[in-house]
């Protein structure tokens, strides 16, 4: 007697599981585009990935339980689920962009709705896709196969967005274009199902309409951006690109060009001399005849252009983990100008990589002078590097005579982080001079030379120079009572102190 064999999967099975997979890899770019935006306007990446993640996974814990209450009709119900999802998911990104600019006070509250809505809505999918599915499908096959193609979906998607989708597309393109991936899954089943639903006309028109609308989206993507990028710059726009580590955005009006990191001001034309002067001169002066130097950070190639003014140098490492930086600042003519074509000199070797790693290869040569120019903490990614165990790594690869320089924020605004760091430093054995100036596109700026010996004042500075001058630099070591020195801990990898002390202290004076 012949036993009879289970039937085998449906084309219309397989279509569900193949719509499991673009679900999954839609749900997964919503939360990453949401993560992305909030470090960028926000600041703090760690803090702003988990509270969007654990929100998200909150809001699908909630979709799933309310997925009970959805007994007929559930290929209507999914369709419909699809629709919103495709259009409050896809557009997510573009409303935060816009709301940031022009309501900045609910940005959070936003944030975290349409975090919640979007999860809530996603949450409901997956179970009603399920029970369609249960119809001719034993459930050890089922539960297995759905969350295959679950995990499958996100994988791709995990992998695709930074190394993708958003230097490719930008967040706003991004969100989009899943959007109308979820829209699509929609008027599929509006195809598979179109025998069981009641009101095919109505939902034929609802996937008509999102499609329509996500595609003008698309459409006008660059558009909404400029919309957006506009009122919060302020100045014109002339140069925009999303890389898988930042936004940078450049900008020109009457003081010139400006240059943004994640929305925070990096230099301006009209005063970037005082800043790159103060960083690197007192440093390169007080060695006497460098050879050889790097420079973390600094990608725009400003504290390269300084450097080279000392005949001595025979090599500059720049060191600067976005590609997108150095390619912009070795490629724009305007930005070539500004950097006195810095990039394009026979002595600089431009690394892209990681300077924590960098800095622990076997093959890296004792250093003259290192420059540091990092963007500030405003993060956890960006806090390792002003770390005793950055530092540390830093005083190993220094030669013996060799001395360091450190961009150290604002003693004034940020008083309890500059000095932070000065202990860090000081933590591992070097001596420390710290110091400031005044950069009026910033305020009162501070800095931190570091050395195996102590730091002297130079006898000589390069021809040329707009703001340092050998009688001006003792000035520079001067600290008046609001910016003295304070206690401070050390900073360290565990503990990433500096990361919260310069969020407080900063958040007081930009009402954070």
């Known amino acids: 007697m012949r036993t009879a064999e289970a039937p085998g999967p449906r ?21 990453l585009a949401a993560g992305a935006l909030a ?15 654990g929100t998200y996974l909150f809001a699908m814990g909630v979709g799933s339980w309310l997925s009970r209450y959805f007994e007929r009709q559930l290929p209507a119900h999914f369709l419909r689920i699809e629709l919103l999802v495709a259009l409050i998911g896809g557009a997510l990104p573009a409303v935060l962009f816009v709301a940031h600019a022009h309501v900045p006070g609910a940005f959070r509250v936003l944030l975290y709705g349409l975090v919640g809505l979007v999860g809530t809505l996603v949450g409901l999918e997956i179970p009603l896709v399920m029970r369609i599915l249960r119809r001719n499908v034993q459930l050890k096959d089922l539960v297995s196969q759905v969350l295959t193609f679950d995990y499958l979906g996100a994988l791709a998607v995990s992998l695709a967005f930074p190394l993708l989708l958003v230097p490719q597309l930008g967040l706003v393109r991004t969100g989009l274009l899943f959007g109308f991936m979820n829209a699509a899954v929609a008027l599929w089943a509006l195809w598979l199902f179109r025998h069981e639903l009641r009101r095919f006309r109505a939902h034929a028109l ?3 309409a999102v499609l329509l609308l996500l595609a003008a989206g698309l459409a006008g993507a660059e558009h909404i951006t400029r919309f957006a990028e506009d009122k919060f710059y302020q100045d014109r726009i002339i140069a925009s690109h999303a890389s898988p580590y930042q936004r940078i955005v450049l900008t020109h009006g009457r003081q010139g060009l400006r240059l943004y990191l994640n929305g925070n001001l990096q230099f301006a034309e009209s005063d ?9 001169h007192p440093a390169m002066a007080a060695h006497g005849a460098p050879r050889r130097v790097a420079v973390l950070g600094g990608g725009d190639g400003m504290a390269v252009r300084e450097i080279l003014k000392y005949p001595s140098v025979e090599s500059v490492i720049l060191v600067e983990l976005d590609a997108a930086m150095t390619r912009l600042f070795a490629d724009n003519p305007m930005l070539r100008r500004l950097n006195a074509d810095a990039l394009h000199d026979a002595r600089v070797q431009v690394v892209n990589e990681d300077a924590f790693q960098w800095l622990q ?28 165990s950055f530092y540390a790594l830093l005083e190993r690869r220094l030669a013996a005579s ?13 008083r309890q982080s500059f000095w932070t760091v000065v ?90």
């Open 423 to 512: 202990q860090t430093i000081e933590s591992v054995g070097l001596a420390a001079t710290p110091y400031h100036a005044h950069v009026p596109s910033f305020g009162e700026w501070g800095f931190v030379v570091a050395g195996r010996r102590p730091w002297r004042l130079p006898e000589v500075l390069p021809a040329g120079l707009r703001f340092l001058d050998l009688p001006s630099l003792p000035l520079l070591l001067q600290f008046p009572r609001d910016m003295a020195r304070v206690p401070a801990e050390v900073n360290r990898l565990s503990n990433q102190v500096l990361v919260h002390t310069y969020e407080r202290e900063w958040g007081r004076v930009l009402g954070h």
């Open 206 to 208: 609802a996937c008509a």
């Open 272 to 280: 970037e001399y005082r800043y790159h002067e103060a960083l690197v």
């Open 39 to 53: 470090s960028y306007l926000l600041g703090d990446s760690v803090l702003q990935f988990s509270t969007v993640i």
């Open 11 to 31: 084309p219309i099975d397989i279509a569900l599981l193949a719509s499991v997979f673009v679900i999954a890899a839609c749900g997964l770019v919503y939360e």
């Open 361 to 388: 290869r076997p093959e890296v040569a004792p250093l003259d002078v290192i420059v540091v120019d990092f963007p500030d903490p405003t993060n956890f990614a960006i806090g390792k590097l002003y770390t005793n």
């Open 402 to 414: 060799g001395y360091a320089v450190v961009q150290t924020t604002s003693p004034l605004v940020a």
